[in-house]
């Protein structure tokens, strides 16, 4: 492969085009349809790493510290994220305290807990091939990993409640804030094709164009 | 320039959905595995049109019932009452936070609704080959693909009201029946979204075999 750069068909339109090597910070967009095909970090690796490695920590003071407390007429009343799902599941939805617990716990867990070791795995090349599973699994995690959704939630819960009682933001409600910076971050920073280069082939089946 | 432009799958070629790797397959009908990181390869999304008219039916379905239905009942000293969607933004409109109401009507009813005609429209132009406005309708999908998610808002209101006004016996907010058909909704039209192959605006009436 004396060419730099390679060819790629776009994921969106199927238009087959040569992008070539980028320079650190600029992007390639397809000629056709106007998507993102590439886009180069000065480190690809290293700083999603990192951040994912805060993430991890930020992630367990968002789900084990209270997200907001309130105080009406003398009682005290406080929830978590999981307590939120929880409360959902005894009043007998249990399907849509599964589907928050899935949105708000289990997806972006899931998808720190892989990119984590993804991202370690691929810092001592050749990567085994199972790193490619596991990072198919963090890109199908994201869409599904709804934080920022879940704190306007919030927001608009508290605001409602505001009418009836005191409210207050707990540390929980800080860190998820925290995370959803963190997780926008990871997703500037981070560039799949830099883990693909490095990910031992599993080599069976079709011929490959080069 | 549609109708000359190169393509991969003009070219005999599958790109990989997982990591875009480039490959020709050795047999058309059935392309196999990538060979670099052994995902499945595919010329076209499997029955895509099929599978996201299902699911935009289906979705269709559940949101009579996720509007009608209440979401929140709420019993103060002994009586209850029974907000739906729309209640909840009539709610918040009339308490004074207008930008609030907006925020919810766009997020739990234009939004839903949005995405079920936008669907449909680029499921009905890819299936009669249409080839205008490809740009446009591109645009229309990268818009459904993001803003599909926003519509969880009203779920995650409806679980953390539930979960934080619980004053027995002074005041307490039960879950309705309509919170769960409107996280229906929004789970089945993300997985449309998913299922539907962009490529297919882009591919012409002639090769719309890649679809069966």
């Known amino acids: ?210 | 320039m549609t109708a000359t432009a190169l393509t991969a799958a003009r070219a005999g070629l599958v790109s990989c959905e997982t990591c875009a790797l480039l490959s020709r397959p050795v047999e058309a009908a059935e392309p196999g595995h990538c060979r670099r990181c052994g995902g499945k390869l595919e010329w076209r999304r499997h029955h895509s049109i099929q599978y996201t008219w299902a699911l935009v039916v289906a979705a269709a379905i559940c949101y009579i019932p996720a509007n009608v239905l209440p979401v929140l009942n709420t019993t103060t000293l002994g009586s209850t009452d029974s907000d739906t969607i729309m209640g909840g933004v009539a709610l918040l409109y009339n308490t004074g936070s207008w930008p609030l109401a907006l925020v919810v009507l766009i997020a739990s009813v234009m939004v839903p609704l949005g995405k079920l005609i936008a669907l449909s429209y680029l499921l009905v132009s890819v299936q009669r080959g249409s080839i205008r406005n490809n740009h446009d309708r591109t645009r229309l999908y990268r818009l459904v693909e993001f803003i599909g998610r926003w519509s969880m808002l009203d779920v995650f209101v409806d679980t953390f009201t539930v979960a934080l006004i619980q004053l027995q016996p002074l005041m307490s907010v039960e879950p309705g029946a309509g919170v769960l058909f409107f996280a229906a909704v929004v789970v089945l039209t993300m997985i449309a979204a998913e299922s539907f192959d962009p490529r297919l605006i882009w591919d012409s009436g002639a090769i719309r075999r890649f679809d069966d």
């Open chain 1, 1 to 210: 492969m004396n060419d730099p750069g390679e060819i790629v068909a776009c994921p969106e339109c199927d238009l087959l085009q040569h992008v070539p090597e980028l320079s650190p910070g600029t992007k390639a967009r397809c000629l056709r349809c106007g998507n993102t095909l590439a886009s180069q970090a000065s480190e690809p690796i290293d700083v999603p790493l990192a951040l994912t490695l805060g993430a991890a920590v930020v992630f367990i003071l968002a789900n084990t510290q209270p997200l907001m407390g309130l105080s009406a007429v003398g009682r005290q009343a406080s929830t978590t994220i999981p307590g939120g799902a929880y409360e959902m599941w005894q009043q007998g939805e249990m399907l849509t305290a599964a589907v928050v617990a899935f949105c708000a716990v289990v997806a972006p867990g899931a998808y720190i807990l892989f990119m984590l070791t993804t991202l370690l795995a691929v810092r001592w090349p050749p990567a085994p091939h199972w790193v490619g599973e596991l990072l198919r699994w963090a890109e199908s995690m994201q869409p599904w990993s709804m934080l920022e959704v879940m704190i306007l939630g919030i927001l608009v819960a508290l605001i409602k409640i505001a009418e009836l009682a005191t409210v207050e933001p707990g540390i929980g409600m800080y860190a998820v804030g925290g995370l959803v910076v963190l997780f926008t971050a990871i997703m500037i920073t981070f560039d799949p094709r830099e883990v693909w280069k490095r990910v031992e082939w599993t080599d069976d089946g079709a011929e490959v164009v080069r």
